[in-house]
């Protein structure tokens, strides 16, 4: 059962245009994360949401934790050739009593000059 | 602050052999984690160590993969007897303790099983 399911799978784009991908759960997590991956390469760890309702900004990328803390959002503002990637959330759900830490689906975003 | 180093990067073998990975984490992290990922997915849980402790380990993990962090420093990952099923990217990622979700990924070893 995947626990993170995030939309859209595939998104392309012309660059300057603005963009949301969304990760949605029926879990509840303590924090999520989202990561940027690269073809060949490892995820590289953007940011970190922790309290329900949360919103954080990394330049033109702005973060947002739900309230009941089982979402999360990527919004992307003037999208850059250089955003083109492999975009992941993850967590530990807070009922799984593990150390397991579950990965979204991913959104694929391709960003066209 | 070296990051997280694998090896090796690629690896290609042919079905029925055993092959070993290994992963040197962020030195200070003492919580490490194997990974499988397949093209066009989401990473998969492997297995956990807290220091030399592998505390976790997910059913995917078939009795053909062992991995072992003798040290509590770098980790190896083998698997015996390789399937072609088996092909994948295998990541390794490290955490510190009072932040452990927060984990730092290695640059994968690519694994084709041939």
């Known amino acids: 059962t995947q626990l993170l399911e995030q939309s859209p799978q595939f998104l392309s784009i012309q660059e300057g245009e603005n963009l949301t991908v969304y990760c949605n759960s029926s879990s509840v997590f303590s924090s999520l994360q989202w990561y940027r991956q690269e073809p060949g390469e490892g995820p590289v760890l953007l940011v970190t949401?922790?309290?329900?309702?949360e919103v954080k900004k990394l330049k033109r990328l702005t973060f947002q934790f739900g309230d009941a803390r089982k979402d999360s959002s990527l919004h992307i503002t003037a999208a850059q050739t250089g955003d083109t990637g492999l975009y992941l959330c993850?967590?530990?759900?807070?009922?799984?009593?593990?150390?397991?830490?579950?990965f979204g689906t991913g959104t694929r975003l391709k960003v066209l000059a | 602050d070296t990051g997280v180093s694998q090896n090796p990067r690629h690896k290609i073998t042919k079905r029925g052999q055993n092959v070993t990975f290994r992963c040197d984490p962020i030195s200070e992290h003492n919580r490490l984690y194997w990974y499988r990922q397949t093209l066009g997915q989401g990473p998969e849980f492997l297995t956990y160590?807290?220091?030399?402790?592998?505390?976790?380990k997910s059913r995917l993990l078939s009795d053909r993969f062992s991995a072992e962090r003798p040290k509590g420093s770098f980790s190896t990952l083998e698997i015996q007897r390789t399937e072609q099923g088996d092909s994948a990217m295998y990541l390794c990622a490290s955490s510190r303790r009072d932040r452990a979700y927060e984990q730092y990924f290695g640059p994968g070893t690519r694994l084709t099983v041939t």
């Open positions: 949401v922790v309290t329900g309702g």
């Open positions: 160590f807290q220091n030399e402790a592998q505390l976790e």
């Open positions: 993850a967590g530990s759900p807070t009922s799984s009593g593990t150390y397991k830490y579950i």
